[in-house]
């Protein structure tokens, strides 16, 4: 391959990424705004500022070189009456009845045929250790222990050393939502469901 091929492909690579994540962007967004409207006002949860929680690094050993493209991502609702935002962010403070709603994208996995989304609701929250924590400092167990937290469709139990969830998931394949109409109906409503069911 010559090398204005090679640079060719790598313009293409990068703009079908950005435009991955742009439409990944947008489909969250989509959510925020659908559930914004419910009764409860979901906001999104803000753990350092509006975006979406990751394993994110920059390492340059090969392990972490696998990091550099986002892959799979969360993001956490919770009705506006548990809210308080602060600069930018949002405190979210623990308490048994609790609910968030977590959606978790993945664009690419080792084990995965083809993207995928999964939503529901975590509830049931208990805390083994700090009693003032904020839901917003435990978002980051949901990619740390992603295999452990995202094993079930359906009811299931997380538990560590530092916290204990119910989790309730769905999981629907990310490109057969391409609507709004889609995102209510195959992603919203029945996460509603079972919010106010739980």
């Known amino acids: 391959m010559s090398k204005n091929d090679i640079v060719k492909q790598t313009e293409l690579a990068f703009d079908f990424i950005q435009k991955l994540y742009l439409e990944t962007s947008y489909f969250i967004k989509e959510i925020e705004g659908i559930l914004g409207q419910e009764e409860e006002q979901f906001q999104i949860l803000r753990p350092r500022g509006y975006q979406i929680s990751t394993a994110y690094s920059m390492g340059l050993e090969s392990s972490n070189v696998q990091q550099w493209l986002v892959r799979k991502g969360v993001v956490c609702f919770a009705s506006k009456s548990e809210v308080q935002r602060i ?10 009845n609790l609910k968030v709603i977590v959606v978790r994208f993945v664009l690419n996995d080792a084990k995965l045929d083809e993207p995928e ?3 529901g609701v975590v509830s049931d929250i208990q805390l ?3 009693e003032d924590a904020k839901f917003e400092e435990y978002i980051s167990d949901f990619i ?22 119910n989790l309730n998931f769905i999981k629907k394949p990310l490109y057969d939502i391409s609507s709004a109409e889609d995102i209510k109906r195959e992603i919203i409503d029945p996460t509603l469901t079972i919010y106010r069911r739980d």
């Open 144 to 165: 740390s222990y992603d295999s452990k937290v995202f094993k079930n469709v359906g009811k299931s139990k997380y538990e560590d050393n530092y916290w204990s969830i």
């Open 128 to 130: 083994k250790a700090e």
């Open 87 to 96: 600069r930018g962010r949002t405190d979210t403070k623990f308490h048994r």
């Open 117 to 119: 989304v999964w939503v």
